[in-house]
């Protein structure tokens, strides 16, 4: 069973940038399985963010956030990335990463076997 464990998150200022990691350990080989990111902001459902695929060269962003963050991996190190720059205060959220159960980068998360318990971003205003 695969276990993902999120870092990274903080405080931050509006117009600021933070790179929040996510690494998987044991499970399946990590470098055949989509990786995606999802956030919860206080009192909604949970959404997509970013989704990468098997060999890193597909990826799928949430237009609120298209222009601003960028999802990456590096296989060798198990780790996902999401760079988030320009921030703005509707971005504070509790973030997710997950593990696929298929190689492709997908916005659904009924596809996603795998879960971290988050890492709390929050951007000031």
């Known amino acids: 069973q695969a276990q993902v464990t999120e870092s990274g998150g903080g405080l931050v200022q509006a117009g600021g940038s933070l790179r929040i990691s996510c690494v998987v350990s044991?499970?399946?080989?990590?470098?055949?399985?989509?990786m995606g990111w999802f956030r919860q902001a206080p009192g909604k459902e949970r959404q997509f963010v970013a989704s990468?695929?098997?060999?890193?060269?597909?990826?799928k962003i949430e237009d609120s956030v298209k222009g601003r963050f960028t999802i990456s991996r590096d296989d060798a190190k198990r780790t996902v990335y999401l760079q988030m720059n320009n921030l703005n205060p509707e971005d504070t959220a509790v973030y997710f990463c997950a593990q696929a159960r298929t190689n492709q980068a997908l916005d659904t998360e009924q596809i996603y076997g795998a879960w971290g318990r988050g890492t709390q971003v929050t951007v000031s205003s």
């Open positions: 990468v695929n098997w060999s890193g060269e597909r990826t």
């Open positions: 044991g499970g399946r080989t990590f470098s055949n399985y989509g």
